[in-house]
């Protein structure tokens, strides 16, 4: 079979797990999650984050590699939630300009990135979520992951920016992969079946995908 990758892009809370999970059971498409739970760092992270911001995201970088590499092996199509692209463009990058990584460790993981970037191919289609940050506030609470709760507004609105500008240089930069761009505040693609019937038609205007029966 034909080997496709779809790509779910946003900031923490967007809905990128929930938009995985309806996808996997509306069409024959095998999942790919983030390694959130096996990221041995992380706890550690969200407690010191100058202190792990460079181990966690340099697992994380190798996690995703190795990610890619049985993405492109899978027959059929595969969609992972949250891209590699998006773990140095928006987090790495956030905790740089934060002065959490220094720059000798930062400029030792972007020759990796750079090396990993020629290896990998990008998704056939780039699914991009967006809300409020109000929303992804409601939504970070509502989950109740203990390690979220204390993100600070200001975090969440520098990495939305920075969603913001990668996205368009995505687009300029990867021309082959298509792009489709998700309003999620009053999307409810769990429940609602006009909003499922409105997104799956436009995945499938854009990548042909055959519904489950």
């Keep these: 079979m034909e080997n496709k990758v779809i790509g779910i892009a946003g900031n923490i809370g967007v809905g990128k797990t929930?938009?995985?999970?309806?996808?996997?059971?509306?069409?024959?498409?095998?999942?790919?999650?983030?390694?959130?739970?096996?990221?041995?760092y992380l706890d550690d992270f969200y407690q010191d984050m100058k202190a792990w911001g460079f181990h966690s995201?340099?697992?994380?970088?190798?996690?995703?590699?190795?990610?890619h590499?049985?993405?492109?092996?899978?027959?059929?199509?595969?969609?992972?939630?949250?891209?590699?692209?998006?773990?140095?463009e928006i987090f790495a990058t956030a905790l740089f300009q934060m002065r959490k990584?220094?720059?000798?460790?930062?400029?030792?993981?972007?020759?990796?990135?750079?090396?990993?970037?020629?290896?990998?191919?990008?998704?056939?289609?780039?699914?991009?979520?967006?809300?409020?940050v109000?929303?992804?506030?409601?939504?970070?609470?509502?989950?109740?992951?203990?390690?979220?709760?204390?993100?600070p507004l200001s975090y969440l609105k520098r990495l939305e920016k920075l969603y913001e500008n990668w996205i368009s240089r995505f687009r300029e930069q990867h021309g082959s992969s298509r792009v489709l761009t998700i309003e999620t505040d009053r999307l409810d693609y769990v429940n609602d079946m006009i909003d499922q019937i409105e997104l799956m038609e436009h995945i499938e205007q854009l990548l042909a995908l055959s519904r489950q029966p």
Excluded at 18 to 24: A, D, K, M, N, W
Excluded at 134 to 151: C, P, V, W
């Design 69 to 88: 590499q049985q993405l492109d092996i899978t027959p059929g199509v595969v969609i992972q939630d949250r891209t590699l692209f998006e773990d140095v």
């Design 101 to 132: 990584i220094s720059k000798r460790d930062w400029q030792t993981y972007q020759s990796l990135y750079q090396s990993i970037q020629n290896a990998i191919k990008p998704p056939d289609l780039m699914i991009y979520l967006k809300c409020s």
């Design 18 to 40: 929930s938009l995985v999970e309806f996808l996997t059971q509306t069409y024959d498409i095998t999942p790919f999650y983030e390694p959130n739970d096996d990221n041995p």
């Design 57 to 67: 995201q340099l697992y994380f970088l190798a996690s995703k590699f190795k990610i």
């Design 134 to 151: 109000r929303t992804m506030r409601k939504r970070i609470k509502l989950r109740g992951r203990a390690m979220e709760q204390d993100i």
